[in-house]
C-alpha cells in the first residue's frame, strides 16, 4: 500500500500546475483537509462544462479520472449540489479554459 497525499496538498499543488500552465482555476468548495474526495469542473465558458472526478479503473487497480458530468453549466452545477450533498468533505475546483485543457492526464494528478 503506497501512502496517499493529503487533499488539502494535492489540491494546492494542482491549483500551482495549472497557474503555471496560465490556466484559470479556484477552489470553489473546500472539503476535509485530510481525506475529502475532489471533483474537477471544466468551464469551456460557451455555457458547457465537465465534471471529473478520481475514481479506481476496475481492470488496472490504477486511479483515473472520469466524467461524472457534462453538457450545460447549470446541469453539470446540479450535479455538483447533488455530490456535495451526499458527502459533506467533498473539494470542487472550478477551471476556466476555453480549449479544455485540465492537465489531469498529465503524470501524478491520478495519485
Same mark, same amino acid.
Given at each position: 500500500? *503506497?501512502?496517499? @497525499?493529503?487533499? $488539502?496538498?494535492? &489540491? #494546492? ?7 503555471? %500552465? #496560465? ?7 473546500? !472539503?476535509?483537509?485530510?481525506? !475529502?474526495?475532489?471533483? &474537477?469542473?471544466?468551464?469551456?465558458? $460557451? ?14 487497480? %490504477?486511479?483515473? =479520472?472520469? &466524467? ?7 446541469? &453539470? $452545477? ?12 467533498? =473539494?470542487?475546483?472550478?477551471? /476556466?479554459?476555453? +480549449?479544455?485543457?485540465?492537465?489531469? /492526464?498529465? $503524470? !501524478? @494528478? *491520478? +495519485?
Amino acid at each position: 500500500m *503506497s501512502a496517499r @497525499l493529503t487533499a $488539502d496538498f494535492w &489540491v #494546492h499543488a494542482y491549483i500551482a500546475r495549472l497557474q503555471a %500552465a #496560465h490556466i484559470p482555476a479556484y477552489v470553489v468548495v473546500r !472539503g476535509d483537509a485530510t481525506a !475529502g474526495a475532489v471533483l &474537477v469542473k471544466l468551464c469551456t465558458l $460557451d455555457g458547457k462544462a465537465r465534471l471529473f472526478q478520481r475514481s479506481f479503473d476496475l481492470m488496472s487497480g %490504477a486511479r483515473v =479520472w472520469v &466524467v461524472l458530468s457534462e453538457g450545460e453549466e447549470g446541469a &453539470v $452545477d446540479t450535479a455538483i449540489d447533488r455530490q456535495c450533498g451526499m458527502d459533506p468533505d467533498l =473539494w470542487v475546483i472550478e477551471i /476556466e479554459s476555453r +480549449d479544455g485543457r485540465t492537465l489531469l /492526464e498529465e $503524470d !501524478g @494528478l *491520478s +495519485d
